[in-house]
């Protein structure tokens, strides 16, 4: 059964178009190399940058491997703690991606379901969540997330938003990015609902939240899945802005974001490669994303095929 999904899934419209884009496959090619990179990390990085044991201020600030003084036991040299610059960038795209990718999750659960339950339910219940998401719309999604960032902050005592940071960013960034998903399965959802195998499940007896999972939803996971890579990429940068204005993980246990805020306090003191390799990092998987996002979205349009 495996075996069949996977020769009808390379014989498919979708396998030959990205095989006939070049840009898409590097860009694919980076996206898993930065991923399988920063889950190797504890295997290929040279230490720990959050083991306090390993790190000196003796060893602050050593240039890159290629320039004057530079060692190779800090490649990409070090930071302001003495922190290898290679191993924290590979350890921070590890808690960007972690980030964004449950975000994404968070964002994609509820999205589809109140998108699911406006466009299949209709009426005042469509009508509220529809007018929700459009005053939500109205405002940047970094905005939102930190406006969610603040109130929990607010709600949480002392210490312990330094302790659940991690989930208070992907509460912040994953209900900031969930109406792209409202709004394409409610318009999705619309359109399913009057076709015949739905109007035959319902003279069957078929309960409305079955009908909704087992049938329509397999029907709208297309432009779901696009707009989730898409997200995905919107979700890591956003991380990384509220990383970078201190809202974000604490310098102890950094995100990309969190590397380019340390670095930019001395980008013009000559201490350059501090700022700009985790810059360079997090410009690229972004970009790469972005690129394997727009492929999917012109693949998965039954316009364009």
């Known amino acids: 059964m495996l075996i069949e999904s996977f020769r009808r899934f390379f014989d498919s419209d979708i396998w030959f178009s990205f095989k006939q884009s070049k840009v898409t496959i ?24 959050f083991d306090p044991a390993v790190i000196s201020l003796m ?3 050593s240039p890159p491997v ?40 968070l964002a994609m659960f509820v999205g589809v379901a109140l998108g699911l339950v406006a466009g299949y339910v209709g009426g005042v219940v469509d009508g509220v969540i529809m007018r929700v998401a459009d005053v939500q719309i109205s405002f940047p999604a970094i905005l939102i997330a930190l406006l969610i960032d603040g109130v929990m902050r607010a709600l949480l005592p002392g210490g312990r938003h330094e302790e ?22 409610r318009g999705s959802t619309m359109v ?4 015949e195998y739905v109007q035959a499940a319902r003279v ?6 079955i009908i909704m999972l087992r049938h329509i939803l397999p029907n709208v996971m ?6 989730g890579t898409i997200s995905l990429a919107v979700a890591i940068l956003t991380e990384a802005t509220l990383s970078f204005l201190g809202v974000g993980v604490p310098p102890t246990e950094p995100s990309l974001g969190t590397l380019i805020r340390i670095g930019q306090d001395f980008l013009f003191s000559g201490e350059w490669w501090i700022v700009i390799f985790p810059g360079v990092t997090l410009a690229t998987l972004i970009l790469a ?8 979205r012109d693949a998965f349009n039954p316009k364009l095929r």
């Open 26 to 49: 590097c860009a694919a090619a980076v996206s898993a190399a930065i991923i399988l990179a920063a889950i190797a990390a504890p295997l290929i990085s040279l230490h720990n940058p």
């Open 59 to 61: 060893d602050a600030f």
């Open 66 to 105: 290629w320039l004057e003084e530079g060692s190779w036991v800090f490649p990409l040299g070090s930071d302001d703690q003495g922190r290898d610059l290679y191993s924290a960038i590979l350890y921070g795209s590890r808690v960007s991606l972690l980030i964004g990718f449950s975000s994404v999750v």
């Open 164 to 185: 659940l940071v991690f989930y208070v960013l992907v509460l912040s960034i994953g209900l900031s990015q969930w109406v792209q998903f409202a709004r394409t399965v």
């Open 192 to 195: 399913e609902r009057n076709k």
């Open 204 to 209: 069957i007896g078929i309960s409305a939240p």
């Open 222 to 227: 297309g432009p779901v899945l696009v707009i």
């Open 289 to 296: 994303v972005n690129l394997l996002g727009d492929w999917m």
